[in-house]
């Protein structure tokens, strides 16, 4: 009968251990029960393509783990290591705002997480301000792919589609549209209305003192720009799941929002960071003009490679969080 008891005992015992291990191992997978080592919270890098993913690795500045170097969850492939000393997980977030949700969000559940730096390519709207190969830092980014769609007849909506007839403006059957907001969720606060994104103020800060004096490329694989690229600060972005190559909507979206960038993902991301009460930094670099010619390939490996360099300069310049297991 005793051994009977003591069997049960130590069956328990080792079920509320593997519990407790597989319990951690969600929250950190590359967090091992008895070495503090390598329990520690990292930095978020969040990218959207593969143009962006091979100026990462490229660079020569990324180290994978050498224990654990990715986890694969929900169809998405975190990985884990070092760039320039920095620990972080790096996850390819793919195209379009609910992907970019969904990613960054596993990314913090799964992971401790500092904050996130997201990166990647944009398209400018502003051609006097930034152009291809520059790289934007916006103050902040909205979500411009909500619509509210007015009857045709009612008041006239902030994109009035009859505005844009040609050759003559006139009334149109599309009508118009107003710029919804989106509720933003987080602990401990009601639900607020949100348009504008603002990046995190601390963070802002520290890029534009760390990245001012950045030297970015001009040239990749014997094409070059035909200008110096520059980081540019003090811009708002757009982000909406429509890619934007028409001229006479990027130039609305300028002159009616004072956008100078249109993206896929940076409201997405900035959107879930803000709901986890995490610290984070959009840096986008612009691979091409609405309305204009489309990029070359070697242009746009530029626009993502510079916006990479000014993403590991940024990180670079985070202090390393102590261990939390000290």
Request: a positive charge; aromatic letters at 10%.
């Amino acid at each position: 009968m005793s051994s009977s008891v003591n069997l049960v005992v130590m069956v328990v015992g080792l079920l509320v251990l593997a519990q407790q291990s597989f319990q951690m191992s969600l929250r950190n997978p590359v967090a091992a029960t008895n070495n503090c080592k390598i329990d520690f919270t990292r930095l978020g890098l969040v990218l959207t393509s593969g143009n962006n993913e091979k100026a990462l690795q490229d660079s020569g500045l990324f180290t994978p783990d050498a224990e654990t170097p990715y986890v694969d969850i929900a169809g998405r492939r975190f990985h884990i290591g070092t760039l320039n000393a920095r620990y972080i997980v790096y996850v390819k977030i793919g195209g379009n705002s609910v992907n970019a949700a969904i990613a960054v969000q596993i990314l913090l559940n799964r992971f401790r997480i500092q904050g996130i730096i997201h990166f990647g390519s944009a398209g400018s709207l502003d051609e006097k301000s930034i152009v291809p190969g520059d790289v934007s830092v916006p103050l902040a980014v909205a979500f411009t792919g909500a619509w509210n769609w007015k009857k045709l007849g009612s008041d006239k909506g902030a994109l009035n589609f009859g505005e844009f007839n040609y050759p003559v403006n006139g009334e149109n059957l599309l009508a118009s549209v107003d710029y919804d907001t989106i509720k933003l969720f987080s602990k401990g606060q009601s639900p607020q209305d949100v348009f504008w994104f603002p990046s995190t103020t601390s963070w802002y800060s520290a890029a534009t003192q760390v990245l001012q004096d950045l030297v970015l490329r001009q040239c990749y694989h014997g094409v070059c720009l035909p200008y110096k690229p520059k980081i540019v600060f003090g811009t708002k972005g757009s982000s909406s799941d429509s890619y934007i190559k028409n001229k006479a909507y990027g130039d609305f979206l300028h002159k009616g929002l004072n956008v100078s960038t249109a993206d896929q993902e940076s409201a997405a991301v900035a959107w879930t960071s803000l709901s986890n009460e995490k610290p984070f930094i959009v840096i986008r670099g612009a691979s091409n003009v609405a309305g204009g010619a489309s990029s070359v390939s070697q242009l746009s490996y530029l626009a993502s490679y510079n916006a990479f360099l000014a993403a590991a300069k940024f990180i670079e310049s985070i202090p390393t969080p102590r261990l939390a297991c000290e």
